[in-house]
């Protein structure tokens, strides 16, 4: 069966580092991935979408965060920086063109 899997959630303080990842079984990433996130109380939004070549990331997180790939290991990471307590989310990976998604991992950002 198809599937993503997310790893690496966990609590982290103001001005922390994580690096979550997220494999995929039965299927190899193309070249369309995407990270998602989703607060209580608010809608899931756009985090980092990787489209070919080009990767774009949400306006509040451009600088902090990297989405990358390993197609060695056919897992996708996204490296999160001076993490803040608005960061606090599931994150949840997405294969847009397959219209497939993670279970998600919980980030907590807080003292």
């Known amino acids: 069966q198809v599937r993503l899997e997310e790893f690496g959630g966990d609590l982290v303080q103001p001005g922390g580092s994580l690096r979550l990842s997220c494999g995929a079984s039965?299927?190899?990433?193309?070249?369309?991935i995407a990270w998602y996130r989703q607060a209580p109380g608010k809608h899931r939004e756009l985090v980092a979408l990787?489209?070919?070549?080009?990767?774009t990331y949400t306006a509040s997180v451009r600088g902090r965060f990297s989405l990358s790939r390993d197609n060695t290991t056919n897992t996708v990471y996204l490296h999160m920086s001076s993490l803040k307590p608005e960061d606090t989310a599931v994150y949840y990976c997405?294969?847009?063109?397959?219209?497939?998604w993670g279970q998600g991992t919980q980030v907590t950002v807080s003292s």
């Open positions: 990787l489209s070919g070549e080009k990767t």
């Open positions: 997405n294969a847009p063109l397959r219209q497939l």
């Open positions: 039965d299927m190899t990433f193309d070249s369309a």
